[in-house]
């Protein structure tokens, strides 16, 4: 009994260490160096069921005509802007390297319950 308890134990310290590094390494690691990229970032709008609604392209300079374009999706709370630097700007230098658009749509969570509506 006693070695199933220590063993429990050591399994918790062992845990709640790596969590704590865990956490360490993601709230305190320091922001991505912006790169040199090619192309150029633009900013843009669109309505949609007449809400005004953000959105950012990424375009590498001299994109060839009918390239690619990749759309980026983000997770609840993020946005764009915020997505690009969580990511390293990884979408953008693929673009360089590939030859493709990036377009990311700009949404924040407290625009959540007009989609809703917009969906009835």
């Given at each position: 009994?006693?070695?199933?308890l220590r063993f429990v134990f050591w399994g ?43 959105y950012l392209t990424y375009v590498p300079r ?59």
């Amino acid at each position: 009994m006693r070695r199933a308890l220590r063993f429990v134990f050591w399994g918790l310290i062992s845990v709640v260490a790596l969590g704590g590094a865990l956490f360490g390494y993601f709230v305190y690691s320091p922001a991505p160096e912006v790169p040199q990229l090619s192309g150029t970032l633009t900013k843009g709008t669109i309505a949609v069921g007449g809400l005004k609604r953000t959105y950012l392209t990424y375009v590498p300079r001299g994109l060839a005509k009918g390239a690619p374009l990749v759309v980026v999706m983000h997770g609840s709370d993020e946005s764009g802007a915020r997505i690009r630097i969580e990511t390293g700007y990884g979408f953008e230098r693929l673009a360089d390297e590939r030859g493709f658009a990036v377009w990311r749509f700009v949404l924040r969570s407290k625009l959540l319950p007009a989609f809703a509506q917009l969906r009835r």
